[in-house]
């Protein structure tokens, strides 16, 4: 069963606009990590984000955690034409260290 | 980052057959998983290979559909038996690196006809 849910599932920007997507979970984590897939490839590493971390940043994303409320927000900022991809949130949850349960996915359009 | 490769890519088999997948890491990696992807979906763990022992399959997944292999640190194979077009695919596995952080190989999209 999925653990997490992410809103939106689609959302279509302009370049240069920012893209914001949420991601909520149940249970408890170890930490939470957001990938990217392009076109049904195979999954790219953006960032991870520990239990104990509030936010975190890498380049033009930016990630927050609310443990309180089970949540998790991605930012792309000033997003490009490369950015057009699906954004997954997945949960290391602490009684299955190891075992992502991922999200259904925000596929992301960002039109020149 | 850990660098992990599967190979096929992708394949299109026949109804009845079997595939096997492998997928190789490099040495960052201690623990590997298979997760499946079926069309338009999220991934599912389909089960955690273990060195030299067998693999630990999640709820819904048999060894019997999926015999998984991981003779070494740094291999597994994945074999998805008996196929049927509910089958198709994309098939990935992972490494977890860094104590955390889990990288994903490139993935095998698998169609049955």
């Known amino acids: 069963s999925q653990q997490g849910e992410e809103d939106p599932q689609a959302l279509s920007i302009q370049e240069g606009e920012n893209a914001t997507m949420n991601c909520s979970y149940k249970?408890?984590?170890?930490?939470l990590q957001w990938y990217r897939q392009n076109s049904g490839r195979g999954l790219v590493h953006l960032i991870l984000?520990?239990?104990?971390?509030r936010e975190k940043h890498s380049g033009r994303l930016r990630v927050t955690l609310d443990t309180s409320k089970k949540s998790s927000s991605l930012l792309i900022t000033a997003s490009r034409a490369a950015d057009t991809a699906s954004y997954f949130c997945?949960?290391?949850?602490?009684?299955?260290?190891?075992?992502?349960?991922f999200g259904a996915g925000t596929q992301v359009v960002v039109t020149p | 980052s850990a660098v992990i490769s599967q190979k096929p890519s992708r394949d299109i088999c026949q109804r009845g057959t079997s595939l096997t997948i492998q997928c190789q890491v490099d040495?960052?990696?201690?623990?590997m998983f298979w997760y499946r992807q079926q069309p338009g979906q999220s991934l599912t763990l389909i089960a955690t290979?273990?060195?030299?022992?067998?693999?630990?399959?999640e709820s819904g997944f048999v060894i019997d559909k999926f015999p998984i292999s991981r003779p070494n640190l740094t291999f597994s194979t994945l074999t998805v038996s008996n196929m049927s077009p509910e089958d198709s695919s994309i098939y990935l596995c992972?490494?977890?690196?860094?104590?955390?952080?889990?990288?994903f190989g490139p993935g095998t999209r698998l169609t049955v006809l």
């Open positions: 997945a949960t290391d949850r602490t009684d299955s260290w190891g075992k992502l349960q």
């Open positions: 249970t408890s984590i170890n930490n």
């Open positions: 984000i520990r239990s104990n971390e």
């Open positions: 040495s960052q990696v201690t623990m």
């Open positions: 290979a273990n060195q030299g022992s067998e693999a630990t399959y």
């Open positions: 992972s490494g977890l690196a860094g104590g955390d952080t889990q990288y």
